[in-house]
T-cell receptor, first 116, second 111 residues
Framework: EAGVTQFPSHSVIEKGQTVTLRCDPI?????LYWYRRVMGKEIKFLLH????????ESGMPNNRFLAERTGGTYSTLKVQPAELEDSGVYFC??????????????FGQGTRLTVV | AQRVTQPEKLLSVFKGAPVELKCNYS??????LFWYVQYSRQRLQLLLR??SRESIKGFTADLNKGETSFHLKKPFAQEEDSAMYYC?????????????FGQGTELSVKP
């Protein structure tokens, strides 16, 4: 079974530019999550999709961040315009439908974003 | 407020020594607790969960609701245990939902 895949693995952009991160969850996983780890700090929740709907976006830092999951498959996270404090590692995770036996979260390898 | 605290940023032990990575949480309900591990150049992966009550790679963790702790223990550390360990909380047992992570503890096992 293919795991959670994230693209790109690294991205270096200038302040003010736009970057789009992509996450392909495990096939059949309705739940998709975005997290971020800023250097030296804990991994923080950004938002949660159930299929194509945003279930919880309480962790999104501000309106420069836009997440989509059209068709309920892969998701994109766009940062526009990027600021220096957006640098960090962005993780994506997916899980089976809540209430089933196994709700383990499977993580992607992360996208390291550096804003200069 | 929901919070997970891992007081040690770095824990260094010698091979064969016991190891305990501390985790305390604050949550008013009955959360689900996890330990995730990230080995060098690998993705974050589940190590164990309190519901399973199992031992993985020799590690165990017991949920102590009185002390709101979920410390990770291993009696004899191995060099391959060197990694970043994250304690995490999911607010509702059995439901999908966001994970709340601690700051992480880097475990270094020296030969």
């Amino acid at each position: 079974e293919a795991g959670v895949t994230q693209f790109p693995s690294h991205s270096v952009i200038e302040k003010g530019q736009t970057v789009t991160l992509r996450c392909d969850p495990i096939s059949g996983h309705d739940n998709l999550y975005w997290y971020r780890r800023v250097m030296g700090k804990e991994i923080k929740f950004l938002l949660h999709f159930v299929k194509e709907s945003k279930q919880d976006e309480s962790g999104m830092p501000n309106n420069r961040f836009l997440a989509e999951r059209t068709g309920g498959t892969y998701s994109t996270l766009k940062v526009q315009p990027a600021e220096l404090e957006d640098s960090g590692v962005y993780f994506c995770a997916s899980t089976h439908t809540p209430g089933t036996v196994n709700t383990e979260a499977f993580f992607g390898q992360g996208t390291r974003l550096t804003v200069v | 407020a929901q919070r997970v605290t891992q007081p040690e940023k770095l824990l260094s032990v010698f091979k064969g020594a016991p190891v305990e990575l501390k985790c305390n949480y604050s949550y008013s309900g009955s959360p689900e607790l996890f330990w995730y591990v990230q080995y060098s150049r690998q993705r974050l992966q589940l190590l164990l969960r309190h519901i399973s009550r199992e031992s993985i790679k020799g590690f165990t963790a017991d949920l102590n609701k009185g002390e709101t702790s979920f410390h990770l223990k291993k009696p004899f550390a191995q060099e391959e245990d060197s990694a970043m360990y994250y304690c995490a909380l999911r607010p509702v047992i059995g439901q999908g939902g966001k994970l709340i992570f601690g700051q992480g503890t880097e475990l270094s096992v020296k030969p």
